[in-house]
């Protein structure tokens, strides 16, 4: 066999074993993973925070630290802006 052939194999083994696993990871749980930080339960009882609120805090910027209500900052990454734009 020819060695480029045996990668593509291996590759698509691979990826088949991480569609398999996420499927049944979705029929067993019956919902997909939930690693979104302002969704998941468990890294909000364990104080696990976005990367962008985490720096803000420890320079003094966080207008939103524990609050969650100031708009851009819920403790979902996808709603802090890196920039720190309020509107106001």
């Keep these: 066999m020819p060695a ?4 593509l194999l291996c590759a698509v083994i691979a ?3 991480f569609v398999v696993g996420m499927s049944l990871t979705l029929m067993i749980k019956g919902h ?3 690693s ?3 969704t ?4 909000q009882r364990l104080g696990i925070k976005c990367a962008v609120q985490e720096t803000r805090e420890a320079d003094g910027t966080a207008d939103c630290a524990d609050s969650h209500s100031a708009a851009g900052c819920s403790g979902n990454c996808g709603a802090c802006d890196i920039e720190h734009k309020t509107t106001r």
């Design 36 to 38: 979104e930080i302002s």
């Design 40 to 43: 998941n339960k468990d890294m």
């Design 15 to 17: 990826v088949a074993f």
């Design 4 to 7: 480029w052939l045996i990668v």
């Design 32 to 34: 997909h993973i939930d």
